[in-house]
């Protein structure tokens, strides 16, 4: 989960202190949605990069990326639609041992980590999008004024 710092949070509140609510609201979501289209790109290229060598595949997964602005709270959120991306969360994070009740192994799979290395890799760039975004929602308002 990526969070905005307070400092970040004021920051922003102060690019949209004389707009309307309706209008500070839509900047915002403007640029939370450019921030997580930057975290789908990446989570896209590390899994693509990792997956190379594995041989044959259906690309559900590749294809399931998506993003989503919550439309009441204010919050983004970026990951995987259902049921292509259903199987996500072992793939980045990988399994234990698993075993049948007969003691048969149904083997393991190591996580890859894609997701958690693009949230580490772009958190700043993320942020940097949410900023540009929301100026250039702010001047597209102020134009049509």
């Known amino acids: 989960m990526i969070q905005v710092r307070a400092i970040d949070r004021e920051n922003i509140q102060y690019l949209v202190r ?4 309706f209008e500070k609201d839509k900047a915002i979501k403007s640029g939370l949605r450019a921030a997580v289209n930057v975290f789908r790109v990446k989570g896209r290229s590390n899994l693509r ?12 997964l590749m ?4 993003t989503r602005v919550k439309r009441n ?8 639609d259902r049921p292509g991306g259903n199987h996500a969360h072992l793939v980045d994070r990988g399994t234990k041992r698993r075993y049948t009740k007969a003691g048969t192994t149904r083997g393991i799979m190591p996580g ?5 290395d693009a949230k580490q890799t772009e958190e700043n760039k993320a942020m940097q ?6 100026q250039k929602a702010i001047q ?3 134009d049509r004024r």
């Open 140 to 142: 597209r308002i102020n």
């Open 112 to 116: 890859n980590s894609f997701w958690d």
């Open 129 to 134: 999008a949410i900023y540009q975004s929301v």
């Open 73 to 80: 709270k204010l919050g983004a959120l970026s990951g995987f």
């Open 49 to 60: 990069a990792r997956l190379l060598h594995h041989g044959k595949q259906t690309n559900h």
């Open 63 to 66: 294809n399931s990326f998506t």
């Open 18 to 21: 004389n707009l309307e609510d």
